[in-house]
């Protein structure tokens, strides 16, 4: 697979780039950044649904955890301190505890694979400079329609790319 | 917001991104200076001898050799259990509530602190683990169910909730840690060879910085912050209540949750203060870490002393209107005048005094004075947990009883193991990981030229002015 790959090494020009390609509506495949850059991200409606898992995983973490105190305090095993209730008043602390717990370590383990990352994996792309100080945007070649290209290529012209390069797969 | 004006700027001397990458990489890259070498051969040896001769010896004729006896059955363990996880709320005060609230000066010391909260846990964790005398039989804390022995274990217990606490709290701050890790791993891959890059390329998961991977990397950290915000709050509390749950006069109090929180955070900014200081001073970082970062850190260091102040204040005012004559025995002939006077008057000065020296613009920025208060608080909070531990336990309420405490030689190998354990720990952490988070500086760096007209906004100006 054959991508068109323009190199930024100032963020200002990439936003404007990134302007300009949305505005012709460019099959841009992906923009790889050194850092975060939330504007990039705004322009192009970048969302995940990390937050709302977790917020599922939180509430399954604290209806477990209750659960679990629940049956070995109350069901299995009731002890008699001191005329104390069995449902204590004392299960928020471990159920907060729990959930977090409960909430960290699925939180990150749906990062991982949503994002496709393991222990040992091969960067999906490499361009030198792209965790340094480079910045690049990608094109699908097979998805422009027949003048896009050259149209493409004056947009990162104009909007001073370093250098416009072609990666093939 | 962060405002320039108000706080300085964050990253001094125009540094491009390739900049920021080769200055914190600099300490990796390059051989290891000698004072580096030095630095960790003292501390692997006070860790090979404390941890390695003596935590064995403890654990094979039991914990009669530490100072601890039937009337102060915690002694040093406790007191270097709680000195320890209150360093390590650094990680969780700087970086998590920083991060949190949105404050930015946090990008140039975040990484240090949330290693040293790491380490300092797992010194932390190694008391208890010990103090039990038994430590094949930690098993039965876990709930593995009660088949064996046909009883679960008693989740009321504050103790067990610290099990809970701590394994939790160390468990949120190493992955918040190595999550915020990964992009500054890949920067490592991309410029290392042979085993060196098959090490960073395990280490950073393929990450490369795409859109998607840096939206999901952004929501993962907040989400990790802020479940860890009320954690910490929650741990130390869980410390505190170890105590208050107890009947001892000076222990029994209902201000120690708050006040043990408070004391954490103070004691993980200083000791973060005190190693940033040197690290800038022996890697020359002082363009990452401005003297106005250390101007900020000082002024939540002296609210956070007043704070502490007032504690002492309000526990010994408590004392007095509670005319409980064990109360006031403890605080008034104990503390104050008494056979424990020498470390409470100490703990007043170290924390609630010598902090107020940073009222003074030029203390605030002046590296000796900063490193040496915050030497001073470290001890401070070391002798606080002390007073808090020994003093009540020894003279409780029958005199006849009354027993002093004396450490022993294996108590304090025991803590100087652990302080080599830091020690080595810190000293890898900035010989093999980027010590700064270099993403996060990258982006404060873009945050820095954000006024500054690009060259396509240059010339269409220029054409403007031209034309008019």
């Known amino acids: 697979m054959s991508k068109l790959v323009a190199v930024y090494s100032d963020d200002r020009k990439l936003l404007e780039a990134a302007d300009q390609l949305i505005a012709v509506k460019a099959p841009v495949e992906e923009v790889i950044t050194p850092f975060v850059i939330e504007e990039l991200l705004e322009k192009f409606h970048v969302k995940s649904n990390i937050p709302l898992l977790a917020f599922f995983y939180g509430l399954f973490g604290v209806t477990s955890v209750f659960a679990a105190l629940y049956y070995t305090f109350v069901i299995d095993y009731p002890l008699n301190i001191g005329g104390k209730p069995n449902l204590s008043l004392t299960f928020p602390v471990l159920m907060f505890i729990g959930t977090v717990l409960i909430t960290v370590l699925s939180t990150v383990v749906t990062f991982f694979v949503e994002a496709k990352m393991y222990p040992g994996k091969e960067p999906e792309f490499s361009y030198p400079g792209i965790n340094d100080d480079k910045m690049v945007i990608l094109i699908d070649k097979s998805k422009l329609t027949p003048n896009m290209e050259s149209q493409l290529r004056d947009i990162f012209e104009t909007t001073g790319a370093e250098k416009i390069d072609e990666y093939h797969q | 917001m962060y405002k320039k004006e ?26 290891a200076p000698m004072w580096w070498w030095i630095a960790f051969a003292v501390f692997f040896v006070l860790m090979a001898v404390g941890l390695g001769y003596f935590v064995p010896l403890t654990i094979a004729n039991g914990i009669g050799m ?15 259990f709680v000195w320890w996880i209150g360093i390590g709320h650094a990680g969780t005060a700087f970086s998590i509530f920083l991060l949190v609230f949105r404050q930015k000066w946090r990008t140039s010391i975040n990484r240090a602190a949330e290693a040293m909260t790491v380490f300092a846990v797992l010194a932390a964790g190694l008391f208890p683990a010990i103090h039990v005398g038994r430590p094949w039989d930690e098993f039965f804390i876990f709930p593995y169910g009660p088949n064996s022995r046909g009883l679960w274990v008693n989740f009321n217990s504050p103790l067990l909730w610290d099990v809970f606490a701590i394994a939790t709290y160390l468990t949120t701050s190493a992955i918040f840690w190595y999550i915020g890790m990964l992009p500054d791993f890949a920067t490592v891959r991309d410029r290392s060879k042979g085993i060196k890059r098959k090490i960073f390329n395990a280490l950073s998961f393929g990450w490369v910085g795409s859109m998607d991977k840096w939206r999901k990397f952004e929501d993962t950290l907040i989400i990790l912050g802020g479940l860890a915000m009320p954690l910490v709050i929650a741990v130390h509390s869980i410390v505190s209540t170890d105590f208050s749950a107890g009947i001892l006069p000076g222990w029994h109090e209902t201000i120690f949750p708050p006040f043990f929180v408070v004391g954490a955070i103070f004691s993980g900014f200083s000791m973060v203060v005190t190693l940033m200081v040197l690290i800038r001073k022996a890697f020359k970082l002082q363009d990452y870490v401005t003297d106005d970062h250390f101007d900020a850190i000082a002024r939540i260091i002296t609210f956070v002393s007043l704070i502490m102040g007032s504690a002492y204040l309000i526990e010994l005012f408590i004392a007095w209107y509670s005319a409980n004559t064990y109360e006031t025995y403890v605080f008034d002939e104990n503390y104050l005048k008494g056979h424990y006077a020498i470390p409470y008057w100490l703990m007043l000065i170290f924390n609630a005094f010598l902090p107020q020296l940073f009222w003074f613009k030029k203390v605030r920025r002046n590296l000796t004075w900063i490193f040496w208060i915050t030497i001073g608080v470290n001890i401070g909070m070391w002798l606080e947990r002390y007073n808090i531990v020994v003093p009540p336990a020894a003279e409780d309420f029958l005199p006849a009883n009354w027993f002093h405490y004396a450490s022993t030689i294996v108590d304090k190998w025991v803590y100087l193991g652990t302080i080599g354990l830091f020690g080595v720990g810190v000293l890898l952490f900035i010989r093999f ?3 700064m988070a270099m993403n996060e500086l990258k982006q404060q760096a873009k945050r820095h030229t954000e006024l500054e007209p690009t060259d396509v906004q240059y010339h269409a100006i220029k054409k403007l002015l031209e034309d008019e």
């Open chain 2, 6 to 31: 108000v706080r300085g700027e964050l990253i001094l001397g125009n540094k491009s991104y390739g900049d920021i990458t080769r200055d914190i990489l600099k300490s990796q890259e390059e051989k």
């Open chain 2, 66 to 80: 530490w100072g601890n006896n039937n009337q102060v059955p915690w002694g040093w363990a406790i007191i270097n």
């Open chain 2, 433 to 435: 990981i980027p010590m």
